[in-house]
């Protein structure tokens, strides 16, 4: 069988939380976990290309029981998609607490939890961007650094500010932010003007 179509039908049972073909596949295919996905997907006329794995996608999902599954079948926590995001944001950006709870236990250290993208953007970043107050909360008292800035400047109370996410804002708050950063917002307006 094509490893394309195994690798296709394998992030499909991982998103709908199908353990048990799930299960089925990899033990007929021995497929390897860490395989990143190269279909590329057309949308509003532009091809993208995600890189995602297997466990990306369950913890996308929301589906904790195939995570811990992929994980014990040798899946990376670690692995990264083409934006350079690993698991942990996938879930962060849906708000999945309990495999952040999962993948944070499994992981328990600052470089994960404070890990950035190609974007220079950490998990709480984009936990705040898609206004995931409780997963910003989980990714705070794990230990996720309020003050870490992306290639803009922004850190994640710049992001929540920018939404007028209040809750957000007010929890970023408690776990002393850098009030004083200044993100480049009108400095790359005025570039982007100046070039108009």
């Known amino acids: 069988m094509d490893e394309e179509l195994i690798l296709s039908t394998v992030l499909i049972a991982c998103e709908e939380g199908n353990l ?3 299960n089925k596949l990899l033990t007929i295919y021995r ?3 860490n395989v990143a996905n190269r279909v590329r997907y057309l ?11 297997a466990i990306h996608v369950s913890a996308g999902a929301g589906q904790s029981e195939v995570v811990r599954y992929l994980h014990l079948k ?4 670690e692995t990264v998609d083409r934006r350079g995001d690993t698991p942990l944001f996938w879930a962060a950006r849906n708000g999945h607490v309990h495999v952040l709870r999962y993948l944070l236990q499994e992981k328990h250290d600052l470089g994960y939890v404070n890990f950035l993208n190609k974007s220079k953007e950490s998990a709480l970043h984009v936990a705040t961007r898609y206004a995931q107050l409780d997963a910003a909360i989980m990714l705070l008292e794990y230990g996720a650094d309020a003050s870490l ?3 803009q400047g922004e850190t994640a109370l710049h992001v929540a500010s920018w939404h007028g996410y209040g809750k957000l804002l007010a929890a970023l708050c408690q776990y002393d932010p850098n009030f004083d950063a200044k993100n480049q917002a009108i400095f ?3 570039t982007d ?4």
């Not at 003007?193 to 108009?196: C, P, W, Y």
């Open 20 to 22: 048990a073909d799930l």
């Open 31 to 33: 497929f390897n976990l």
């Open 43 to 53: 949308y509003f006329q532009a091809f993208f290309q995600l890189g995602e794995t």
């Open 74 to 77: 040798g899946a990376s926590l």
């Open 149 to 151: 800035e992306d290639e």
């Open 188 to 190: 790359l307006l005025a």
């Open 193 to 196: 003007l100046a070039e108009f």
